[in-house]
């Protein structure tokens, strides 16, 4: 796999976690304060991660989905190239 390969994925990924996170805080009907307000972070990190200004760490993801009853998990990447 080739440099351009690799940054595609990588990109492919970051825009699947944020629209999922997205998902999963309209899922709960939450506003992004009241999804701050429940994790005690700043809503201007929960607003920087959905615009992808922020790649959050994995302690900020559990901070985050932790109190909201959800985690993260590891899964095989789909190739949709063959």
């Keep these: 796999m080739n440099k351009v390969d690799e940054y595609i994925i990588e990109e ?3 825009q ?4 999922d996170f997205i998902q999963l805080r309209h899922k709960l009907g ?6 701050a307000d429940k994790s005690n972070v700043l809503r201007d990190k929960i607003a920087k991660i959905e615009a992808g200004i922020y790649p959050p760490n994995i302690k900020s ?5 932790g109190p909201l009853g959800y985690t993260i998990k590891i899964e095989r ?6």
Excluded: P, S, V
């Excluded at 699947?16 to 629209?19: H, K, L, T, V």
């Excluded at 939450?30 to 999804?35: D, I």
């Excluded at 993801?61 to 989905?65: G, R, T």
């Excluded at 990447?77 to 063959?82: L, P, S, V």
């Design 12 to 14: 492919r990924l970051n």
């Design 16 to 19: 699947e976690f944020i629209f």
């Design 30 to 35: 939450l506003t992004q304060a009241q999804m």
């Design 61 to 65: 993801l559990f901070k985050i989905l």
């Design 77 to 82: 990447i789909q190739d949709d190239r063959k």
